[in-house]
């Protein structure tokens, strides 16, 4: 077991490459505080953790506040001990994010706020955490985008995401010497909730899979491999990475036939 008896926190646990994170970190031992603001979500993937043997606890949690992350990590501690790894995954994807021109302030805020402070939160309050516990691996989901620019514009998204690479970088090097490791995990386009909608249109989802090598997305299940292998101790040497796993996206220039 890659993850035995260490305590995960996930954020955005409900959904997408969090819930199959959650799933496969208690599948690998991992005690897994499965965290969203959609706590039924959260509470149905317990109740799967459960009934295959493992061991979970759901959380409620809106991660643009202090107040709640703070107490997000204290109940890891109290419900599943001292936390090695804390999973920053929530986000959102606003279909209404795109060039700077049509782009509200009201959609850059509500974007910046949860997956930029969102994060910082998550590493506020969870590096205390990790220091309890004598360290572990902090996993911050940025995106592909923050590496190339979209090809459709999203800009306060990729903007956002350009945040947490960079602050994931800092981060890396500020706590190194307590054990504390970070990495910015960065996938490519992923069947999830949050591209469902975007990709319906038959015309949209073309226009993405153009870039893609494997001509698919990415399958959930495939990102929370690669944030199992950052959460466990195989990557003890891997740190401020930009981790990314997007099917050879960024590694490729293709011409439209
Ligand atoms: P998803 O929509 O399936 O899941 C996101 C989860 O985050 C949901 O359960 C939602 O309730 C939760 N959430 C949103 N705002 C929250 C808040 N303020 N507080 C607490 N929980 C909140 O999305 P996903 O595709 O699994 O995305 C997970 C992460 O991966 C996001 O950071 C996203 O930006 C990133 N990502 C996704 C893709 C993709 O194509 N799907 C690509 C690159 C990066």
């Given at each position: 077991?890659?993850?035995?008896?260490?305590?995960?926190?996930?954020?955005?646990?409900?959904?997408?490459?969090?819930?199959?994170?959650?799933?496969?970190?208690?599948?690998?031992?991992?005690?897994?505080?499965?965290?969203?603001?959609?706590?039924?979500?959260?509470?149905?993937?317990?109740?799967?953790?459960?009934?295959?043997?493992?061991?979970?606890?759901?959380?409620?949690?809106?991660?643009?506040?202090?107040?709640?992350?703070?107490?997000?990590?204290?109940?890891?501690?109290?419900?599943?001990?001292?936390?090695?790894?804390?999973?920053?995954?929530?986000?959102?994807?606003?279909?209404?994010?795109?060039?700077?021109?049509?782009?509200?302030?009201?959609?850059?805020?509500?974007?910046?706020?949860?997956?930029?402070?969102?994060?910082?939160?998550?590493?506020?309050?969870?590096?205390?955490?990790?220091?309890?516990?004598?360290?572990?691996?902090?996993?911050?989901?940025?995106?592909?985008?923050?590496?190339?620019?979209?090809?459709?514009?999203?800009?306060?998204?990729?903007?956002?995401?350009?945040?947490?690479?960079?602050?994931?970088?800092?981060?890396s090097a500020i706590y190194a010497?307590?054990?504390?490791?970070?990495?910015?995990?960065?996938?490519?386009?992923?069947?999830?909730?949050?591209?469902?909608?975007?990709?319906?249109?038959?015309?949209?989802?073309?226009?993405?899979?153009?870039?893609?090598?494997?001509?698919?997305?990415?399958?959930?299940?495939?990102?929370?491999?690669?944030?199992?292998?950052?959460?466990?101790?195989?990557s003890s040497y891997i740190n401020?990475?930009?981790?990314?796993?997007?099917?050879?996206?960024?590694?490729?220039?293709?011409t439209p036939e």
């Amino acid at each position: 077991m890659r993850l035995k008896d260490k305590t995960c926190v996930i954020t955005g646990g409900a959904s997408g490459i969090g819930r199959e994170s959650s799933l496969l970190f208690a599948k690998e031992g991992g005690r897994v505080l499965v965290a969203d603001r959609n706590i039924e979500g959260a509470e149905s993937v317990v109740s799967e953790i459960r009934d295959a043997g493992g061991t979970a606890h759901a959380f409620a949690v809106d991660v643009t506040r202090a107040n709640e992350v703070s107490a997000m990590m204290e109940a890891a501690e109290k419900e599943l001990g001292p936390v090695r790894v804390v999973f920053n995954n929530a986000g959102i994807f606003p279909l209404d994010d795109g060039t700077p021109e049509d782009t509200s302030e009201e959609t850059w805020d509500l974007v910046m706020q949860i997956n930029l402070k969102g994060v910082f939160l998550g590493c506020k309050y969870g590096v205390p955490a990790l220091r309890r516990a004598g360290g572990g691996s902090i996993i911050n989901t940025a995106s592909f985008v923050a590496v190339m620019g979209a090809a459709a514009a999203q800009v306060a998204y990729t903007a956002s995401k350009g945040g947490v690479l960079a602050m994931t970088r800092e981060i890396s090097a500020i706590y190194a010497r307590e054990n504390i490791r970070a990495n910015a995990l960065c996938p490519g386009p992923v069947q999830t909730p949050l591209l469902a909608e975007l990709i319906a249109d038959p015309a949209a989802r073309a226009r993405r899979l153009v870039h893609v090598p494997y001509g698919r997305f990415a399958e959930a299940k495939e990102i929370a491999q690669a944030a199992l292998f950052l959460a466990s101790d195989e990557s003890s040497y891997i740190n401020g990475t930009s981790f990314l796993v997007d099917g050879g996206i960024s590694a490729t220039y293709i011409t439209p036939e």
